[in-house]
């Protein structure tokens, strides 16, 4: 049965606002999960409420917003009831309260850089176009048309004709344990790894230009006079015709890894030119460095696995929560200092990779909450 979207909204304002019960917050985090509309309300929400001044915007939000109030409807189950029988008109009101405060607080919604996906993203890939529509992908083989575009979706690559302008850009999201394809107005394509997301426009025009965060695979078009640019969240890459890796999965650290052409990665710190087999590393504040690397290795997660060599199981760790929907907890420091040479395949069961995991190093596991969080531990 659908969720009234005021109650979704309810749980939104009230987690912004660091409000939010223990059995709210679960409650929120299933319907994400599990519920297209609610992710689309929460995706929307938190749009409109990031950017530099995050903390003071929440700081104030329980006194500019009736979140108080709103919280004081009893228990989550009777508060439910209420709000879909008798309280519905005074939570409404309530709630038309806080949409006029949003609206003084921030008169016209202001684009954002990519961030990363929440750890509770949705379990298929989402299309979000311009105009606030949303599609759920991954489901095989589809065709459907939004605003004069048609989209087509074969086996995991999306592509579409018709349509669109530079100015509108569409967003396409990659959950936890996921990857995909996408296929640009230009010809060019990327794979976007687990747990990314990207901006793009569906039309070039004068400029090629896409914004992404987490990971992904680039392989440009070449076209001499646009040249194409990807923009993350601390610095740009500047290409013609190559294909390169982008990493940002660290917010300290964006690694640009070139494996054809030349790229030129642009810092407020200075630029670096890429030759191929050469990875760049940039952490803001710092000049960016530049090392040899092995290709195939730190692309084999585009032919569907991950391979280590003497990687602390601090680094393995967090494959393994993009790669299963985990949270992976540390008990101690000498277990995320354990060193692991082996791989880690897409599809492998995570039974089976834990078994693996210990023959080869010094680690015992145990589960809590079920399976949804994972202790690591050093074992003598």
């Known amino acids: 049965m659908p969720v009234d ?76 009831k209420i709000l879909v029988k008798t309280s519905l008109s005074a939570a409404a009101v309530l709630l038309l309260t806080a949409s006029v405060c949003y609206k003084l607080l921030f008169p016209a919604f202001k684009p954002v850089s990519p961030g ?40 995991g690559k999306l592509s579409w004709s018709g349509g669109g302008t530079e100015s509108q850009l569409a967003t396409i999201i990659v959950p936890p344990g996921e990857d995909y394809t996408v296929q640009l107005a230009d010809g060019s394509e990327v794979i976007l790894n687990a747990d990314s997301r990207m901006e793009f426009p569906l039309t070039f025009d004068t400029r090629r230009e896409i914004h992404i965060s987490g990971e992904a695979y680039v392989q440009v078009a070449k076209q001499e006079n646009k040249p194409f640019q990807v923009r ?73 696995y991950y391979v ?31 060193l692991y040479s082996s791989r880690l395949e897409k599809q492998e069961d995570l039974g089976k990779f834990l078994i693996r995991l210990k023959s080869i190093v010094k680690i015992d596991y145990q589960f809590e909450k079920g399976d949804s969080v994972l202790h690591l531990s050093y074992r003598p």
Not at 37 to 49: E, G, S
Not at 125 to 147: D, H, I, R, T, W
């Open 5 to 80: 979207p005021e109650y979704i909204e309810q749980l939104v304002l009230e987690e912004i606002a660091g409000t939010i019960s223990p059995e709210d917050s679960t409650t929120l985090k299933d319907l994400l999960e599990n519920d297209a509309d609610a992710y689309a309300i929460w995706l929307k929400m938190h749009k409109q409420l990031t950017g530099d001044h995050i903390q003071s915007i929440r700081e104030d939000l329980p006194n500019t917003l009736p979140v108080s109030q709103i919280i004081a409807v009893v228990s989550k189950r009777k508060r439910r």
């Open 116 to 155: 990363a996906s929440p750890s509770f993203a949705l379990k298929s890939v989402m299309l979000q176009l311009p105009n606030g529509a949303y599609f759920l992908l991954g489901s095989g083989q589809q065709q459907f048309k939004a605003g004069g575009i048609t989209f087509r979706e074969i086996t």
């Open 232 to 304: 993350l969240p601390n610095s740009t890459v500047q290409v013609l015709g190559t294909s390169f890796n982008v990493n940002t999965y660290e917010s300290s650290e964006e690694q640009v890894l070139l494996e054809t052409g030349a790229v030129k990665m642009v810092t407020a710190n200075g630029d670096v030119l890429l030759h191929p087999g050469q990875v760049a590393s940039y952490q803001p504040g710092k000049v960016p460095l530049v090392n040899h690397t092995d290709t195939a290795m730190a692309l084999a997660w585009k032919r569907g």
């Open 308 to 338: 280590f060599q003497a990687t602390p199981i601090k680094e393995v760790s967090k494959v393994m929560e993009r790669n299963y929907r985990i949270k992976v907890i540390l008990d101690n420091v000498a277990a995320g200092e354990q």
